[in-house]
Nanobody
Framework: QVQVVESGGGLVQPGGSLRLSCAAS????????MGWYRQAPGKQRELVAA???????NYTDSVKGRFTISRDNAKNTVYLQMNSLKPEDTAVYYC??????????????WGQGTQVTVSS
C-alpha cells in the first residue's frame, strides 16, 4: 500500500558526516509528518528529529546543533544530515511517516531501518 525506503547509513569515524534519505511512495494523498527515530542495542527507540508539513521541526536535545532534518514535499522525501557524529550516535535509524491515503484514512508507516555506526 505504502512503501517507505531509507538509505545512506554506513560506517564513519567520529567527527564524520552522513546523510540519510527516506522516500515514501504508493497510496498517498498527503503526508502530515516525516521523521527519524533511532534504536541502539539495549535502549528504547527514540525520536531524533521530525518535520511537520507546515514546517515545524523538533529535535532531541542530544543532536541539536549537529543534525539537520529537511523535507522535500514534492518527492515525499525526508533527509537527515548528520554532522560531528559521535560513537553514541550508533544505532539503527528508522524513518516514520504519518500518511493520509487516497481514501482519507490516516496511518503510520515505518521503514525497515538503516544502520549507522560511528567508530574509530
Amino acid at each position: 500500500q505504502v512503501q517507505v525506503v531509507e538509505s545512506g547509513g554506513g560506517l564513519v569515524q567520529p567527527g564524520g558526516s552522513l546523510r540519510l534519505s527516506c522516500a515514501a511512495s504508493g497510496n498517498i494523498f498527503n503526508i502530515y509528518t516525516m521523521g527519524w527515530y533511532r534504536q541502539a542495542p539495549g535502549k528504547q527507540r527514540e525520536l531524533v528529529a521530525a518535520v511537520i508539513r507546515g514546517g515545524i521541526i523538533n529535535y532531541t536535545d542530544s543532536v541539536k546543533g549537529r543534525f539537520t532534518i529537511s523535507r522535500d514535499n514534492a518527492k515525499n522525501t525526508v533527509y537527515l544530515q548528520m554532522n560531528s557524529l559521535k560513537p553514541e550516535d550508533t544505532a539503527v535509524y528508522y524513518c516514520k511517516t504519518v500518511i493520509r491515503d487516497r481514501n482519507y484514512r490516516i496511518y503510520d508507516y515505518w521503514g525497515q531501518g538503516t544502520q549507522v555506526t560511528v567508530s574509530s
